[in-house]
């Protein structure tokens, strides 16, 4: 039986020329989304806010503009890459200037399939992940005035912004549909989720970087199942109860990557169907993947 669920890198890219971001993510449902130039289109309107346009292809990526207003943000990512992808943005954290969070990233990790351990101490405000060649995400971050990179989930190099208040700097949040939790280790919100165009806020209440991967999965898929997958697929000795590939489709609406304290927004547009979400961010403290203690739900829009 060919593997659902399958190891991949889910950020990798150089940080000031010389580190590089290896985030081992277990696995993805990810199979054959159907690709679309825009998911977000005749989605929510995001037209109020700053745009900052961000194309990855192989070698790199690409941004609209490298001075952008502080503020809420529209991160408006297309992957015209051969490979899955996403993006962030990301800086220094509390007390750290961009120096240190350089050095800190240059540190070669001790395991280096593993998270890396700089990750845990900066400041990621969000971005769209999980995208299929030829999609399209969006997310709404707020970026403070200051110098940050936008950082992809390939080995693309990093692109530096600087963010400065301005005219044109938006800092009214906009009304959203859910209030979505991220805790360690578990998802809170996912209660009476509507189909159609929406706005979800996305806040980390954890004390670490949480990321959100979803898929669509067949009516009845309980968290069991969703593990045992997980756990059958990594060790490749497939479960009996296990999801099999044509039963997860997975869809380009998620988080790459969302530190604690930090909140976005996610427009999206979901079908009447039942879905999982599940964050694979590994726990310094054990070693497992959040997905393995307890950061799995599986909820249906009406």
């Not at 400065?164 to 009304?175: I, K, L, Y």
């Not at 045992?228 to 479960?239: A, E, F, H, L």
Request: hydrophobic letters at 40%.
């Amino acid at each position: 039986m060919q593997q659902t669920v399958s190891r991949r890198s889910v950020i990798a890219g150089m940080f000031a020329g010389a580190a590089v971001l290896a985030v081992k993510q277990y696995g993805t449902f990810a199979q054959e989304a159907t690709p679309s130039s825009s998911p977000a289109s005749g989605g929510p309107d995001m037209s109020a806010y700053p745009r900052l346009d961000v194309t990855i292809m192989d070698t790199e990526i690409q941004v609209s503009m490298t001075t952008i207003p502080a503020g809420w943000v529209v991160l408006n990512v297309t992957n015209s890459s051969s490979d899955d992808g996403g993006a962030g943005v990301l800086g220094p954290g509390e007390g750290q200037t961009m120096d240190e969070l350089r050095a800190a990233a240059a540190t070669p990790p001790a395991d280096p399939e593993g998270f890396p351990p700089f990750l845990y101490d900066a400041t990621i405000l969000g971005g769209p992940g999980s995208m299929s060649s030829g999609q399209s995400g969006q997310a709404l971050v707020n970026i403070p005035a200051g110098d940050w990179v936008v950082f992809p989930q390939g080995n693309q190099p990093p692109v530096p912004i600087t963010a400065a208040d301005g005219p044109d700097s938006n800092t009214t949040a906009p009304n959203p549909d859910l209030k979505l939790q991220l805790v360690d280790f578990a998802f809170g919100g996912f209660s009476n989720v509507n189909a159609g165009p929406q706005i979800w806020e996305i806040t980390n209440l954890g004390g670490q970087p949480h990321m959100l991967t979803m898929a669509k999965v067949p009516d009845g898929t309980t968290i069991a199942q969703v593990l045992n997958t997980v756990t059958s697929m990594d060790m490749g000795t497939p479960s009996p109860d296990a999801l099999t590939e044509d039963q997860i489709q997975s869809i380009p609406d998620g988080v790459l990557l969302l530190s604690t304290g930090q909140t976005m927004y996610l427009p999206l547009t979901l079908d009447v169907s039942t879905y999982v979400a599940l964050c694979f961010v590994t726990d310094p403290n054990t070693g497992m993947p959040h997905v393995m203690e307890g950061m799995a739900a599986v909820f249906k829009t009406t």
